[in-house]
Nanobody
Framework: QVHVVESGGGLVQAGGSLRLSCGAS????????VGWFRQPPGKERELVAA????????YYADSVKGRFTISRDSAEDTVYLQMDTLQPEDTAIYYC?????????????????WGQGTQVTVSS
């Protein structure tokens, strides 16, 4: 089973940018589709973006389209979430997840391996 670890969270002012990283241990991330989720305070966790194993397919939630970009670097075995034009409503714990359920689509968000999360706080 792949184990994923997030990094790159922090505090940023509205309009700023952050880049989150998702790495793996145990197995290489290159073999898995990967998704980024977030859970704002007092709200349910939601799928933000996802990328297929090959990187040829991506999914974005409507709320982040045009502002967030998911990408994968095979050489670094890392999946990134570039977040631009951040807004206070983007404040959340962000989770990386891997290992998409067989037969499901990226938008289903059915991943089985989860990281511990990284806090992103956007101040107004």
């Amino acid at each position: 089973q792949v184990h994923v670890v997030e990094s790159g969270g922090g505090l940023v002012q509205a309009g700023g940018s952050l880049r989150l990283s998702c790495g793996a241990s145990g197995r290489t991330l290159i073999n898995y589709a990967v998704g980024w989720f977030r859970q704002p305070p007092g709200k349910e966790r939601e799928l933000v973006a996802a990328v297929s194993r090959t990187g040829s397919n991506t999914y974005y939630a409507d709320s982040v389209k045009g502002r967030f970009t998911i990408s994968r670097d095979s050489a670094e075995d890392t999946v990134y979430l570039q977040m631009d034009t951040l807004q206070p409503e983007d404040t959340a714990i962000y989770y990386c997840a891997a290992d998409l359920a067989r037969g499901s689509s990226l938008s289903d968000g059915l991943f089985s391996s989860w990281g511990q999360g990284t806090q992103v706080t956007v101040s107004s």
